[in-house]
């Protein structure tokens, strides 16, 4: 059945190698690293390394606290949001370094493929309520349990108009294109075709959860990537996995703000 599936949409049709997904994700690991460390020494020029070392073990709330009150919370997160936008364009390109550009099989192998429009925003529209209340139930137990949420850096981003138009952007149209091309189109794909795509769906999904980097919601992110990654075998697109990341981005956005 799995095979039927994959051959039907067309993402069992693909070049690359588990090696090949293993140095596209080492790519985007170095980059990632380089981001960090250009965007540590920023924050030490920034805020100075005497009031780094006062501030010690503060968590992130506390730090935040302390950039606006010296006036630099909004420089300091428009930096941080521009070493985020260069952390998500390494996505698509370590994909396209080791699929598109190395086996010349165009982008439609990394799942830029016609879908069946109806069938496919309906799929999108159901995956991404399931999405919302799984992260929403998650969450009122976490509640009922007492346990705190972790403090979350994009509660920053909201106190002013610049800051929250800038993560908008990156939240709602950068980080939707680059991560489904790279997590479904490329790891999915490239995972799917050795191990299976059931195998796939979980691996890709498990990266998903960790490249979040919010331990407290680990498990519904977990979830959402399984749901993106049977949307895609579904419908053999990304568009529809884009569209969903989209909408669940944008609501979470809102329910952020308000």
């Given amino acids: 059945m799995e095979e039927t599936v994959t051959e039907k949409t067309g993402i069992g049709q693909i070049p690359w190698t588990v090696g090949d997904v293993a140095m596209g994700i080492g790519v985007v690991i170095a980059i990632t690293i380089l981001i960090a460390f250009g965007l540590g020494i920023g924050t030490v020029i920034l805020v100075g390394p ?3 070392a006062e501030l010690g073990a503060l968590n992130i709330g506390g730090f935040l606290n302390f950039l606006e ?10 930096i941080v949001l521009a070493a985020m936008a260069v952390g998500e364009g390494a996505m698509p390109l370590g994909a396209w370094l080791f699929s598109a550009f190395k086996y010349h099989c165009g982008w439609s192998a990394l799942g830029f493929r016609p879908f069946k429009v109806k069938n496919g925003l309906i ?3 159901a995956v991404t309520f399931i999405g919302l209340s799984i992260s929403l139930l998650y969450e009122w137990v976490m509640t009922s349990l007492s346990v705190e949420p972790s403090p979350s850096l994009s509660l920053g981003f909201t106190e002013s108009g610049v800051s929250l138009a800038l993560f908008a952007v990156l939240a709602v149209l950068v980080a939707p294109i680059a991560e489904e091309i790279f997590l479904r189109g490329f790891i999915l794909g490239g995972l799917g075709k050795r191990f299976g795509y059931g195998w796939g769906a979980v691996l890709s999904a498990l990266l998903f959860s960790i490249a979040h980097m919010q331990p407290g919601a680990l498990l519904p992110i977990f ?18 996995c884009i569209f969903t990341h989209v909408a669940y981005n944008s609501i979470a956005i809102l329910f952020m703000i308000i």
Avoid: K
């Fill in 50 to 52: 005497d009031a780094l």
């Fill in 69 to 78: 009150s010296e006036g630099l919370l909004q420089l300091w997160l428009i």
């Fill in 123 to 125: 799929l999108a529209a």
């Fill in 223 to 240: 979830i959402l990537g399984l749901l993106l990654a049977w949307l895609y075998i579904r419908t053999g697109s990304i568009w529809p």
